[in-house]
């Protein structure tokens, strides 16, 4: 019997081998680190996810062993399969990183910035991507979109102000659940995500929402303001769930949950979607059975070098600058080191318990 | 020489019966005698380009089609036609509806569709009229239905109306919209030859482009080849707007001048009121608008031609496209800051949105032409504009995003000092335009790169 043979990819000097059919995101994921480029619709979780926001979006340098030529336009790695000795720019080419930043610019112009009032701050993937490729300065003078907050359904917020149009949400309300009632109004800059004639959602599924969003546009209205994600320490838990795999992640304070999510892979996606149940209405110590602490993945702002030690773990990442040759990459900024409450110098895992805001001040 | 338009002043050639006293059907008839494969093969021996705009080969889109066992194929006729400046397709269906209807059941034959659509611009309501009522008529005299012609084919055209977006002309947000779904575009590949409308082998062809089968049926491939020059085959249906004396559809073979064709009373008749030309858009609002210096001539000095190749000579740089057809004609008096502003709302007006650089960066390039007209600009802008425009080309899902980069970077690079005019005169250049400067066809040629 013949196995079926594994194409060779190359992606920034790196090789890889990867079976038919794999996408270069997937591919470069593959070999981790940098070298996997920023996905913001991308989730390998959805179907038909993808190719929308273009931060992906890779140079194919060398087409196939077969036909080497060059393809003429950048491509979103998300939605390209691989080809046999296939050779792929991404971190190396300047073309990439100049189309990336102009993306990231894009992105930003009409997203309000209002990171210090919203409840994805320290864990938004825009802020990092904007931390990693933007520039310090936008070049927009116009007036920024805005749009009213919406609450669809009890327990979730609309704040279409600050989504990106990735559509997430919309695969995975029509994936996950069994209505088409969450989806697309008007179009271009006007477009906006609503619910079939503002009506609120109502599935056993439809929290997942929240977890897929990539900004704050969809957020826990039973976690909304109450904590900061970065004073909440994250640790895996699970119960016995008739409607789901009760596998989570609780943001505590102390003995307090204040929050309950999906738990999320290094690629900032959920490994297993959880019900509503678990997400809204389990939020005492008593309902869980504690795991330990979370592993937190380099993506998340919340992550650097914080929780190292008893804590938490943060997977140890390969040195980029030995592996590619070319352009170093930029390290993630620390929102510690830019925010007046944080600072850089406490390292979360030295203190016992949940951090607080009193655990800072006697640095200053 | 026209293929076309040759019947259309005759009275009633709008309706069956004269259109079939005039040769109408005859190009059915000998199709059925033929095999499938002999008709692509004619096609493709015509060398019939698409005229929806982008001039692939139309017997090459045709053999990519797939056609596995069991599975349904369609033909999809776009009759969308929103480009700005172009309205060929409209007067095509409005005064020959039988031609396209001809044109349909030979293409639907050759390649096994069973169910052709036309899927047409909203706002042609009255000519869905029209479509449906030849329909009807080709139905009734054996045209359409089961068993046409005993030839064991059965065929049946729907037409379905869009609901007003442009970018539903695009062919795969074109099928999503005929699914029924939102119109956006879908990602390549799979392309529609593979998988289309409802995920089964699609073909999409333009109206004009489906109406030059009959001719190439009728003629035979080669003896159509021979009309037109290199890769320009055929003949070309031209819609005029701007100024010009005598606006309206031309059908050339693309054998002349592009002088010949604004200045020759056979056509264009030439510019009003005694004024100047100024620029030129010749393929519809998506391709580089190239001023007069330019146009009559390319950058090796050569007779610029209407035709595919001679339009596009010199790259962006100094050429521009055929596009779609839609000849618009600009004179001294016209603003090319204003114009460009126009057209920058326009794709703004349209992007689907889903892809970032087209959503946002189409809104922000219109935002800043806004200011720079009204006077509010500053020299940066325009630095800007022309990064946002290179950023958003070819960065996304669709060509809209190019369609819409495009015109703002012709503008900036033949027009810059148009540009700066206007922000270095904010009050002046409310009062009146920067007119035809160093544009002009008999002024030496400035500022070429
Ligand atoms: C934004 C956009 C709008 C388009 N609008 C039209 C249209 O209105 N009519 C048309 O025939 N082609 C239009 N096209 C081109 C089609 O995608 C497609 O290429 C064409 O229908 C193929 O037909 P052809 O090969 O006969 O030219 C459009 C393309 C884009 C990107
Ligand atoms: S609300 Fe969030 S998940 Fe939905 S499209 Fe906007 S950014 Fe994406
Ligand atoms: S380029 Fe514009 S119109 Fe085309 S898919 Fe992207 S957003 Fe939509
Ligand atoms: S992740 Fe590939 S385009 Fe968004």
Known sequence: MSEVQNFKVTIDNITVEVAPGTTILNAARAIGGEVAPPAMCYYSKLKDSGGKCRTCLVEVSKGSEKDPRPMPKLVASCRTTVMDGMEVKNITSEKVLDARKGIVEMLLINHPLDCPVCDQAGECDLQNLSYEHGSEKTRYEFKRRTFEKEDIGPYIQLHMTRCIMCFRCVYTADQLTDKREHGILERGDHAQISTLLGKSLDHDFIGNVIDVCPVGALTDKTFRFKNRVWFAKPVDAHRDCPTCKGKVRLWMRGEEVFRVTARKDQWGEVEDFICNDCRFHKKETKDWVIEGPSVVDRRSVIAQGHYQGKVGMVKEQPRLIDQVIGKAPKLLMDIHSISDVNRPDVDLSQIEGPAHSDDFEHNK | ?449
């Open chain 2, 1 to 449: 020489m026209k293929l076309l338009l040759q019947n259309a002043h005759i009275e009633g050639i709008r309706f069956y019966d004269a259109y079939r006293k005039n040769g109408g059907y005859q190009s059915v008839e000998k199709a059925f005698k033929m095999s499938t494969d002999a008709i692509v093969e004619e096609v493709k021996k015509s060398g019939l380009r698409g005229r929806g705009g982008a001039g692939f080969p139309t017997g090459m889109k045709w053999s990519f089609l797939a056609k596995p066992e069991g599975v349904p194929r369609h033909l999809v006729c776009n009759a969308d036609e929103s480009e700005p400046g172009t309205f060929k397709d409209r007067y095509l269906m409005e005064f020959l509806p039988h031609l396209l209807i001809e044109g349909l059941i030979v293409s639907s034959y050759a390649l096994g569709s069973n169910a052709t659509y036309i899927y047409i611009r909203g706002e042609y309501a009255w000519i869905t009229d029209i479509l449906e009522h030849a329909i009807a008529e080709a139905k009734q005299n054996g045209w359409l239905g089961k068993n046409i012609l005993g030839s064991g084919f059965d065929c049946e055209i729907y037409v379905h109306r869009g609901a007003g977006a442009y970018i539903c002309g695009e062919e795969t947000a074109l099928i999503e919209s005929l699914e029924g779904k939102r119109g956006n575009p879908r990602l390549k590949p799979p392309f529609p030859a593979i998988q289309g409308v409802w995920m089964r082998p699609t073909v999409v062809n333009n109206v004009e482009t489906l109406a030059a089968i009959v001719p190439i049926i009728n003629m035979g491939g080669e003896e159509y080849a021979k009309i037109g020059v290199g890769r320009s085959t055929g003949t070309k249906l031209l819609s005029v707007c701007g100024n010009v004396n005598k606006p309206g559809v031309y059908e050339i073979d693309m054998t002349i001048s592009v002088e010949e064709f604004i200045y020759s009373d056979k056509y264009c008749g030439g510019i009003p009121n005694g004024k100047r030309l100024k620029a030129c858009i010749p393929g519809g609002s998506s391709v580089p608008i190239v001023p007069a210096n330019l146009l009559f001539k390319t950058a090796k000095g050569e007779t610029r031609m209407m035709n595919y190749e001679s339009l596009s000579d010199g790259g962006f740089a100094t050429g521009t496209m055929m596009g779609s057809g839609g000849f618009i004609v600009l004179d001294e008096d016209q603003c090319v800051v204003r114009h460009t502003m126009t057209l920058a709302r326009f794709y703004n007006h349209e992007s689907c949105g889903q892809c970032s650089p087209c959503r946002e960066g189409t809104g922000w390039m219109y935002k800043i032409l806004k200011n720079i007209e009204n006077g509010q600009g500053k020299l940066s802008d325009i630095d800007l504009l022309w990064d946002i425009q290179r950023r958003i080309e070819g960065n996304t899902i669709c060509p809209l995003g190019d369609a819409a980069a495009w015109p703002v970077a012709a503008a900036i690079r033949h027009f810059r000092d148009e540009f700066e005019w206007h922000v270095l005169n904010p009050e002046e250049s409310q009062r009146r335009n920067y007119g035809i400067a160093h544009y002009a066809d008999p002024l030496p040629m400035v500022g070429v790169v």
